[in-house]
């Protein structure tokens, strides 16, 4: 009896706990948009200065292959625009908000 009670409470537990775990929220998905957006610069100023010492293959970035260049990002997630020299704008598909990252060229 005393199993049963606790397997029926881990049950109520993990019923309450997943739809924490589900689609992201809004404010998430902007919030993450935002990072990303920062991280973008980051990301390809790294890449450029490799690029300048001749280390890898180097090609012109656009905003997609600036932002393939983090990973663990799902390029599908994200309506990307923008351009490489004014800076790529990001926003998430469940999000709200489009942020701009720095210029991605040298």
């Known amino acids: 009896m005393e199993l049963i009670m606790v397997i029926i409470t881990l049950g109520i537990l993990a019923a309450m706990a997943l739809p924490r775990f ?3 929220t809004p404010s998430a998905a902007d919030a993450n ?23 890898g293959s180097c090609t012109a970035l656009t905003c997609a292959s600036a932002l393939a260049l ?4 799902t ?3 994200y309506t990307l625009g923008g351009s490489p020299a004014a800076g790529c704008t990001i926003k ?10 720095a210029p991605i060229l040298p």
């Open 33 to 55: 948009a935002k990072a990303i957006a920062g991280a973008l610069g980051v990301a390809a100023a790294n890449y450029n200065t490799n690029c300048s010492v001749g280390v």
């Open 70 to 73: 983090m990973s663990g990002i």
């Open 22 to 24: 589900g689609n992201i």
């Open 92 to 101: 998430h598909a469940s999000g709200s908000t489009t942020y701009t990252s």
């Open 75 to 77: 390029i599908a997630d």
